[in-house]
T-cell receptor, first 114, second 111 residues
């Protein structure tokens, strides 16, 4: 079946630098995308979402970019802090309304170096 | 955002037994889901918990193994039946109105 995947399993960045986490999806019908942060021993925490009628959305220190032409999603974290260390998942929903649940990518482990 | 409480947070169970996981949301939500996350891996959708009707299961998951209840708009249970070591995993409840929020998960170990 179609799935959402990630390019890199681990990303190591220096504290204070910007982080970019990438995600590729294969379902061209996907119209709603979400990024989650999961710290050890916890459930996924919602970070930011974007619908397919947008190509960019900004939050506090985070930006999500969507390129529907190449079916690519990215999460940018500005001025990375130690508290940003976690596994980041992209997720996709085909209906945009949650009726079908979410399809998750494999996850990227973000490591912050002092 | 909705606050989701899951119980138990962890358990160690004997093979052949069953465990029921409870999920309580602090507000009424339209959609509730159950996911499984095996160690070091991503989340996989088990089923949609439908209020007042039978759950909708994803491919590879069946009602006899994972019976689900959803008696109202704030509560759901997932039972892992006749457990084997392969069922050792984290089970997560999710509630969704617009964004989807997750509970802390139930870490299940079957011995």
């Amino acid at each position: 079946g179609e799935s959402v995947g990630l390019h890199l399993p681990t990303l190591s960045v220096q504290e204070g630098d910007n982080s970019i986490i990438n995600c590729a999806y294969s379902n061209s019908a996907s119209d709603y995308f979400i990024w989650y942060k999961q710290e050890s021993g916890k459930g996924p925490q919602f970070i930011i979402d974007i619908r397919s009628n947008m190509d960019k959305r900004q939050g506090q220190r985070v930006t999500v970019l969507l390129n529907k032409t190449v079916k690519h999603l990215s999460l940018q974290i500005a001025a990375t802090q130690p508290g940003d260390s976690a596994v980041y998942f992209c997720a996709e929903n085909g209906s945009g309304g949650g009726a079908d649940g979410l399809t998750f990518g494999k996850g990227t482990h973000l490591i912050i170096q002092p | 955002s909705a606050v989701i409480s899951q119980k138990p947070s962890r358990d160690i169970c004997q093979r052949g037994t069953s465990l029921t996981i409870q999920c309580q949301v602090d507000s009424q939500v339209t959609m509730m889901f159950w996911y499984r996350q095996q160690p070091g891996q991503s989340l996989t959708l088990i089923a949609t918990a439908n209020q007042g009707s039978e759950a909708t299961y994803e491919s590879g998951f069946v009602i006899d193994k994972f019976p689900i209840s959803r008696p109202n708009l704030t509560f759901s249970t997932l039972t892992v039946s006749n457990m084997s070591p392969e069922d050792s995993s984290i089970y997560l409840c999710s509630a969704q109105q617009v964004e989807a929020f997750f509970g802390q998960g139930t870490r299940l170990t079957v011995v």
